[in-house]
């Protein structure tokens, strides 16, 4: 339980920055590593 709470509360964190990336992790493999790379492109685009 501490450590959903402690997550969660990062994981705000780093949205408010919007600079958390979330990615399905029940899809097949080629498509979570297709999202990653996209949205690590998407990221860079940015900067």
Sequence with gaps: M???EQS???K???KNKGI???IDG???L???TERI???LKQADESV
């Design 37 to 39: 790379v996209t949205s």
């Design 2 to 4: 501490v450590y959903h």
């Design 30 to 32: 080629p498509t979570i």
């Design 12 to 14: 705000g964190f780093y």
């Design 8 to 10: 969660e509360q990062l």
């Design 20 to 22: 958390c990336m979330e």
């Design 26 to 28: 029940t899809l097949p």
